[in-house]
């Protein structure tokens, strides 16, 4: 069961599900980022490879694209959220382009301020 895709403020990318027992799983596509100084902008230079978290024990696994392509593909039919849909669209393109940007993510964003 879907449990909801979105995009973190930093970029990175997470969907959540359930599997049969109820044991509750992500997959995590996290930014790889760099600042660039002096400007104060972040660049983003892709993404690291995919890892599965969650379950029972609170495994961390990494997942290759191939595998992490299937398991986005296996969400996308139980989603009817356009924003959770238009967030599993840009992690199925970062999967089939092996961790780099997808269309739809900028490249260079401003750095968060500290309060």
Not at 12 to 23: C, H, I, P, T
Not at 25 to 34: D, E, M
Not at 50 to 58: I, R, T
Request: hydrophobic share 40%; proline share 6%; aromatic share 4%.
């Amino acid at each position: 069961m879907a449990l909801g895709v979105e995009m973190g403020r930093d970029g990175s990318l997470v969907a959540r599900f359930a599997d049969e027992k109820g044991n509750h799983h992500s997959v995590l596509l996290k930014i790889n980022a760099r600042p660039t100084a002096p400007d104060g902008m972040i660049e983003r230079l892709g993404y690291f490879k995919p890892m599965l978290l969650g379950g029972a024990a609170g495994t961390a696994l990494v997942l290759s694209w191939s595998d992490c392509s299937t398991l986005l593909a296996a969400l996308r039919s139980m989603l009817v959220d356009e924003a959770q849909l238009k967030s599993l669209g840009l992690m199925e393109a970062t999967s089939k382009k092996r961790g780099e940007l997808p269309p739809g993510i900028e490249r260079y964003v401003n750095a968060p301020r500290s309060p």
